[in-house]
C-alpha cells in the first residue's frame, strides 16, 4: 500500500515517516506540509517527494498518514478520504464534534478504512492487559499522565495547541480513554476541576456503573513526571506496566499492519474515525464539566 506523510514537524517524520519507510509491506511515497522548505526538506531525507501539492500527492497513493494539530486534520482527512485514501488519523480526530462527525461521514461515503493511532493500543503489552482485564470484574480504574511538555529538551515545546489552557485534557486524554473504555466501558458522564497549575482533573462514570479517574498535565516539573495506568476489580489492582523498549515508531508501524488490514477486509477497527469522534464527545463533556464545576453527560 502506498502512503503518504501528511505533516512536517518533529512527530511526522520521527515517528509517521520512519515507521513507513522501514515498514516491509507498506510503501512511503510522499511528504506533505504546509511549509514548502520543511516539507522539500522530509522528504529529502526520506528519498521521497516533499511537496505542497496535497491533490497530486493524493492522487498517486492508497492511504495517508496524518500528523498534523486536531484543528487542521478534520479538513485534510475529508480531502484525502474524499479522493478515495484509506485513513491513519492522529489524536484527538478533532477539537469539536461537528469537525469529528466530517470526518466520519467522509470515510463512510468513500468507503474507505480508518484508524486512529493512540500509541499504547498498538503496543503488545496493553493487548495482554485488556485481555486480561476482560476476564475480570472491574469495578474502577485510573490515568495518571504527568507531562513536562514545555520542558526545554521536550519535542513538543513549540507546539501552538498544546499550549491551549484545555491542551491536556484533548492531548493526553485520547490515551487515556484508549485504555479505560475498552476495560471498564463506554463513558457515560464526566465531572472534574482544574488545579491551579493547570492540572485537569477528571471522574468518568461509565455504562455499569463503574468509574475512573484521569489525572493530567503538561507543566509537570521533570521530576514529577511520568505516567500511570491501572484497573481494579475482583482480580485486584491490574497495573498496565511500561513496556521495555518500547517505541512510538514500532506502535506505528503496527497502526500501519492493522489499517492495511482493514482496507483489504473492509471490516471497522476498534479505533477507527467513529471511536475517534466518540472520544471527542466524551473530551468535549469532560471539557464542559471541568469549565461549569459540574456534572456533563456524554
Known sequence: MRFAVLGSGFWATEVHAASLA????????????????????????????????LDALLADVDAVSISLPPSVQPDLAVRAAQAGCHLLLEKPVALSVADADR???ATTAAGVASV???????????????????RSHLVGGSVTWLASTFAADSPFRGSVWRAEPGAPLWDLGPHALSLLEPALGPAVSAVGARAADGTVNVVLEHEGGATSTLTLSASASTLSAGEEFWVHGDAGRLVLLPEA????????AVAVTELQAAALTGGAHPCDAAYGARQVRVLAAAQDAVAAGARRTV
Open 103 to 105: 470526518v466520519v461521514a
Open 245 to 252: 523498549g518500547a517505541t512510538a515508531h514500532e506502535a506505528h
Open 116 to 134: 486512529v493511532f493512540l500509541t499504547y493500543r498498538f503496543r503488545t503489552s496493553t493487548t495482554a492487559w485488556l485481555e486480561q482485564a476482560g
Open 22 to 53: 522501514g515498514h516491509p509491506d507498506a510503501e512511503l511515497v510522499g511528504i506533505w506540509g504546509r511549509d514548502a522548505e520543511k516539507a522539500a526538506a522530509a522528504g529529502a531525507r526520506y528519498d521521497v517527494r516533499g511537496t505542497t501539492d
